[in-house]
């Protein structure tokens, strides 16, 4: 159930709705901490601070991204942790805060380089626009 939430997520971002996303990702979010399966809990940050960010709530954004990438290095996650990673410098730079955008951006491309990511392309064509 939570992987189906997770995928309808991010096909309605895809598609640009933004409320169902929110609403799938928090049921997701539920569901992991009632059953006490917490892999997934950084992935639906990660789509839930997406979400936000596209609803312009930055500092929800931030806040989800920063705790998905707490519990992706804690958990040795590291997808997790390059998209949390990315999701961070993607943050910044919406708020013009580059030197910080840089810094997560960089931390996104080292992430996934190391596990052969095919969205590093995307980490490094965002810093190379800084």
Known sequence: ?????????????????????????????????????????????????????????????????????????????RWQEGDAAHLLGEIYLAEGDNVNAREWLEKAVGCRKEILDPEVEQSERMLKSL
């Not at 159930?1 to 996303?21: K, T, V």
């Not at 809990?41 to 609803?55: F, H, M, N, R, S």
């Not at 998905?68 to 040795?76: C, L, N, Q, T």
């Open 1 to 77: 159930e939570i992987e189906a939430l997770l995928e309808s997520c991010m096909l309605h971002l895809d598609i640009g709705r933004h409320e169902d996303p929110i609403h799938d990702a928090k049921e997701a979010l539920k569901i992991c901490v009632r059953t006490g399966f917490k892999l997934y809990e950084p992935e639906a940050e990660v789509i839930l601070g997406k979400a936000y960010l596209t609803i312009n709530d930055i500092e929800q954004a931030k806040t989800l991204a920063h705790w998905a990438y707490e519990k992706a290095i804690g958990m040795s996650y």
